[in-house]
């Protein structure tokens, strides 16, 4: 079992910058791939970005050049830099993190994008 927490949301003016932790207890040993979502009101919730734990990261077309995910692994938690914000990145921000039990989510922390 690993449980996640978020951290980090807040309001931020277009063009600022925030970074978002994700911190997990538990089995942090079996973590692997660790993934970004996002979910703003009355949308889907998107992918943002993964850390596959191989060395290589991936991101969503809306966000590549303004976010970047890294991970430390002796604190089993993974960040979340993001730069250049714009209105349309306001949502609830979630990690999930794969483990060989399956996948396991946190709870969100709120971005808020606006002047």
């Known amino acids: 079992q690993v449980q996640l927490v978020e951290s980090g949301g807040g309001l931020v003016q277009p063009g600022g910058s925030l970074r978002l932790s994700c911190a997990a207890s538990?089995?942090?040993?079996?973590?692997?791939?660790m993934d970004w979502y996002r979910q703003a009101p009355g949308k889907q919730r998107e992918w943002v970005a993964t850390?596959?734990?191989?060395?290589?990261?991936n991101y969503a077309d809306s966000v590549k050049g303004r976010f970047t995910i890294s991970r430390d692994n002796a604190r089993g938690t993974v960040y979340l830099q993001m730069s250049s914000l714009k209105p349309e990145d306001s949502a609830v921000y979630f990690c999930?993190?794969?483990?060989?039990?399956?996948?396991?989510w946190g709870q969100g922390t709120q971005v808020t994008v606006s002047s």
């Open positions: 538990g089995n942090v040993a079996s973590l692997d791939t």
């Open positions: 999930r993190a794969w483990t060989y039990a399956g996948s396991f």
């Open positions: 850390d596959t734990n191989r060395g290589s990261a």
